[in-house]
């Protein structure tokens, strides 16, 4: 065996650098200007500003383009008009789902008091809002209890902040966004729970009406929505009034732009995907199922497309804070990649969501370079020349990838730009890629 690995080593594609072609929808030319005319409009606009006291503002787990300068505003915005904003932790099972591990979260997205200038009010669990609503879904009915962040419900006003992507795990007219935010992030840890009782193929009729049911009992004095695009940058800016109506109507407008210019490979079929580094902080599942072409998830089939037929990873961010939800997502992957899981967190946000098959851990290498010669074994015979492979820094990151002498064409033909020339996978002496850059 040792035998045949190192003579398949000889036979690793040669990568070359590419650019891909702009994306049809231009970046906000000032984003800064962008947040500051969406908060200042909020401001002016919903009643429940307008009478003082306490404002919470939602701080999401998933740092976006321009997520501090979004709180930053809208926080100075408030103050200097006579509020009291304070922000609360609304990431459901994030974290461990503890206050210790919401703020971690928050801090490795650059979150802080400090940064923001406001205070970040922790507390679970949540406490119960009011009577249990009816969820449907093809897996069955249920009563479900409605929770939330206490200081939520507390508070004078309550603006929603959020950017606005799909789901990795259903379709809908809403997926990952405002209305998620109210029923999975306000609702805390037990809030999530109860939303993902019933599933993936229940999460949309859940997501509305948990939502609805908060947005009821909650003073929502309106919202803040965000689109970025695959290079991450930011291309939208929006916002909604008072009422769930008004949070719909901007999430799903929000969310028809998203889908339009998600991250996508620039072709159907892969015989080999290599990713540097996957993590909560790039997407819900580490690693975007658009790009994978797969779910992972019960009841609901995988995509017909992108067919990749191995998918290797190396490394988990620093900011997924040892979750690894979503390592099933791949074939193979590293030592260093596993030693960095925090298992408790893992399960925790597995559990809550049910998508227990993303938690699988897949075979275990020493090192990058036994885990691409074990893809490559198992992908049978080898030509060099025209495996189909593409290295990617992370599945959020497609303005830039490297592709091998046996894609180029393909690409190319797509509008992407050569950018180097060809050369071999940079391994390191410890067996370990090399950073791309």
Not at 210 to 234: F, Y
Not at 399 to 420: E, I, K, P, Q, T
Request: net charge positive; glycine share 10%; proline share 8%.
């Amino acid at each position: 065996m040792d035998r045949a690995l190192g003579e398949l080593e000889k036979k690793f594609p040669r990568f070359v650098p590419v650019t891909a072609p702009a994306t049809s929808w231009p970046a906000v030319a000032a984003p800064e200007r962008a947040i500051r005319h969406a908060t200042v409009w909020l401001a002016d606009t919903c009643p429940l500003l307008s009478r003082g006291g306490r404002v919470a503002v939602t701080a999401g787990s998933r740092a976006f383009t321009g997520f501090v300068p979004v709180l930053r505003q809208l926080v100075g915005l408030l103050r200097a008009r006579g509020l009291q904003p304070f922000l609360i932790p609304a990431m459901g099972s994030h974290g461990g789902g503890t206050p210790a591990g919401q703020l971690e979260v928050l801090a490795k997205g650059g979150v802080t008091p400090s940064t923001v200038g406001a205070p970040i009010i922790c507390a679970v669990p949540s406490v119960e809002a009011g009577r249990p609503v009816a969820l449907h879904s093809p897996r069955g009915n249920r009563l479900a209890r409605v929770f939330c962040h206490p200081a939520a419900l507390a508070a004078d006003a309550l603006l929603v902040v959020n950017r606005v992507q799909s789901h990795t795990a259903f379709e809908g007219e809403v997926q990952s966004g405002l209305l998620k935010m109210l029923a999975v992030g306000v609702g805390g840890p037990e809030g999530a729970s109860e939303t993902h009782a019933l599933g993936a193929v229940g999460l949309q009729a859940s997501i509305l009406e948990m939502s609805r049911a908060l947005a009821h009992r909650l003073p929502v004095a309106g919202a803040l929505a965000t689109v970025e695009d695959s290079r991450k940058d930011l291309v939208a800016v929006d916002v909604a009034g008072p009422g769930w109506v008004a949070l719909r109507k901007t999430d799903a407008r929000c969310l028809a732009l998203a889908r339009e210019i998600e991250p996508r490979l620039p072709v159907d079929d892969l015989d080999l995907l290599l990713v540097d580094w996957m993590g909560k902080d790039i997407c819900g599942s580490g690693m975007h199922p658009t790009v994978v072409g797969r779910l992972r998830v019960w009841d609901y089939p995988d995509p017909d497309r992108p067919r990749v037929r191995r998918v290797v990873v190396f490394r988990l961010t620093p900011g997924s804070a040892g979750n690894a939800n979503g390592i099933g997502l791949a074939d193979f992957t590293t030592r260093r990649l596993a030693e960095a899981i925090d298992w408790p967190k893992t399960l925790k946000n597995v559990l809550t969501s049910t998508f227990t098959k993303r938690a699988l851990l897949p075979p275990v290498f020493p090192t990058d370079r036994e885990a691409v010669r074990a893809a490559l074994l198992t992908l049978g015979p080898v030509d060099p020349r025209r495996i189909r492979a593409m290295r990617l820094t992370s599945t959020g990151q497609l303005g830039r990838y490297w592709v091998s002498d046996g894609l180029l064409r393909d690409v190319l033909a797509r509008g992407a730009r050569l950018d180097g020339e060809p050369s071999d996978l940079p391994f390191g002496a410890d067996g370990n890629l090399r950073d791309l850059h």
